[in-house]
């Protein structure tokens, strides 16, 4: 099995486990790898040692780098989040799209 499907259902348990808990929380989780071993960066240094005021996440498992954030989440949704993570499943299909175009040159 692909590990970033077994990342999702570890993830999923213990979501499930904290909701019937009556917890709500949110995790971040690696858009590559779907590990929630992510950290946050405010700032790093650029080759030439300036410091630039770019946020990152980095992921711990892979290696990925980027600014995109991805927070999985128990919390119980209503309709319009539902519309909103629609739109993010679209912009993630969109960029996968531009990937692999851009691989194909
Ligand atoms: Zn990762």
């Known amino acids: 099995m692909d ?14 486990d ?3 808990e ?6 971040r ?5 779907k ?10 240094l650029d080759v030439i040692g300036h410091c630039s005021q770019v946020a990152k996440y980095e ?3 892979c290696g990925w780098v980027g ?11 209503g309709e319009k989040e539902e519309e909103i993570l629609e739109d993010i499943h ?3 299909e969109e960029d996968m799209l531009k990937e692999k175009k851009s691989k194909n040159k």
């Open 29 to 33: 989780i690696c858009p590559r790898c």
């Open 35 to 44: 590990s929630p071993n992510v950290t946050w960066t405010p700032f790093q």
């Open 22 to 27: 009556g917890k709500y929380v949110e995790i």
């Open 90 to 92: 679209k912009m993630f």
């Open 59 to 61: 992921c711990k498992n």
């Open 67 to 77: 600014k995109l954030e991805i927070l999985m989440t128990n919390k119980p949704i």
């Open 3 to 16: 590990p970033s499907e077994l990342n999702i259902k570890k993830l999923d348990k213990i979501l499930n």
């Open 18 to 20: 904290l909701a019937e």
